[in-house]
Structure formats: structure tokens, C-alpha cells
């Protein structure tokens, strides 16, 4: 669950994205995972979407991505689904984290679980935890936000139109786009920028 919402927050995806999306169009190199969502708010033909493998911390090849997909693979090889079959990335679990069957889970589920995720219940705190006040105040929309909201704060270090197209939004140069063949580079250059400047010593506000 938590990397799938990883997944959903580098990538930009809205949750209605993430749960219409192939899981057999992932294709990963172990720099950047690319895939297609086969439909969304903006884009009745879907749109591709991409995502640095890195993160902030991990900074060798077995990345918080590369477990992310690990994990499904087991996943899906112990409940005997192909890939091909699969077109959500968040899927419905019993409490105990096992899967009866592979269906996908419904938004009000998924906002309690992702509430719960916010207070890092792995982690222990001496005090309150910090967003222990704030967490109700967050939706799954706010994964899609939270490196948008980056944006602007970078000034020229980012494009406009690498933030358009991370956003997954309409783009006056779409058509730039389409015939250059690969809309998914701006959003793979807008996070990596994000990552690099955070390891200088950046913090988003």
C-alpha cells in the first residue's frame, strides 16, 4: 500500500488514475518506471505517465521501487493473475494484509488507510505526532499535489510545462508532444529536479 502510494504521489496520478491503470504496461529500468493509464479526467484515451525509481533517499539500484515491484509480482504470482488482467494499481486486503482476491479498492477505503499511513504507525514518537492534528484534513488528491506544490516554490529551476505535463494536464503544445513521441521526459525532469535540489539541502514549504 505504501508503494502504491509513492507511486501514485512521484508519478502525479489522481486515485482515479491509479485505479485505471495496466499493470502489464510497466515497464522499469531501474533508473524510472514508465506506464499507461487508460483513462482519466482530462484524457479519455488515457495518457503515459512516469516516475524516478530513486526517491529521496535510496541512492543504488534496489529502490523503494524496485521492492514496490517485487512485492507485487509475489502478489500476483501467489493468486495466479497475469498482469494482462490487471488494470488498478491499489487493491482491495483483508486487515491482516493478505488478498483473498484481486479487485480494486474503493476511495473511501483507500482515504482511511492513506490517513493512517500519515501518522507512520511503524514509527515511534516521544511527543504527539506532527500531523496528528492535520491528518483528517488530507484527501488522496493531496498525493497528486504535493510535488505540484513543489513547483513554484523552485522558481525557473523547473518549466511550466514540465510542471503541465507532471500534472498529467492539458498542454498548449500537446501536439509538440505527441509527435516528439514521449510526453513522460518533462515529468522524469521536473522530479528529478526536485530530488537533486532537496539533496543540496532544499526544503519544500
Known sequence: MLGSFLLI???GLRFADAQ?????SLVF???ELRGLVWRSKTMAAGHPFGAQAAGLCSKGTYTWL???LQIWDQVMTALQVPQSKV????????PDGTFQE???????ETTRIFREMLLTPWKKFQDQHPLAHLQQT????????????FGPQLGNLVSDSDRLLQGHHQDPKHSLNLYGRDSV???LRYQSTIIMEIHKGWRPK
Open 185 to 187: 521526459w518533462g515529468s
Open 9 to 11: 504521489t512521484w508519478a
Open 66 to 68: 524496485f521492492k514496490f
Open 87 to 94: 488494470d488498478f494499481l491499489i487493491p482491495s486486503m483483508a
Open 102 to 108: 484481486l479487485e480494486p479498492l474503493n476511495y473511501a
Open 138 to 149: 488530507y484527501t488522496l488528491h493531496s498525493m497528486k499535489a504535493t510535488l505540484l506544490s
Open 29 to 31: 529500468n531501474f533508473q
Open 20 to 24: 485505471r491503470l495496466n499493470i502489464g
